[in-house]
C-alpha cells in the first residue's frame, strides 16, 4: 500500500497533514490506517478508513511525543506511539497494526 492517502479523505482533511510525512501503517480486516504530521503544530495524525467505507474515515491528532487515539464511530479505538510500542503491548484485546499503532475492534 502507497504512502497516500486516499480519496474518499476531505481535502481539508489532506490539507490538515504535511503530503509528504503520510506513512502507511498497516490494516486489519475492519481499517487502513495512516500516520502523518500536523501541517500546523507539527503533531501527529492518526488517519483511519475503514475498508468497507472509506468514506466513514477519522483524523485524530496528538502532541509530538504523546499517544494519538482515534475511535470510529460504530466501534473501534486505534492508538499510535511516537517512539514505537512500548513493553507489554498490545495489551490483552488489542492487536498491534505496526510497530507504532494498535487497534481493538
Request: aromatic share 8%; charged share 25%.
Amino acid at each position: 500500500m502507497a504512502d497516500e492517502l486516499p480519496g474518499a479523505i476531505s481535502e481539508d482533511a489532506r490539507d490538515s497533514v504535511e503530503a509528504s510525512t503520510v506513512r502507511y501503517q498497516g490494516s486489519t480486516d475492519a481499517v487502513e490506517v495512516w500516520a502523518a504530521r500536523e501541517e500546523v503544530d507539527r503533531g501527529i495524525c492518526l488517519i483511519v478508513a475503514p475498508v468497507n467505507d472509506p468514506s466513514g474515515w477519522v483524523v485524530g491528532c496528538g502532541g509530538g511525543n504523546t499517544v494519538t487515539s482515534v475511535s470510529l464511530t460504530g466501534g473501534g479505538d486505534y492508538e499510535f506511539y511516537p517512539q514505537g510500542l512500548p513493553e507489554g503491548e498490545p495489551r490483552e484485546g488489542w492487536v498491534a497494526v505496526s510497530d507504532y499503532v494498535i487497534a481493538r475492534e
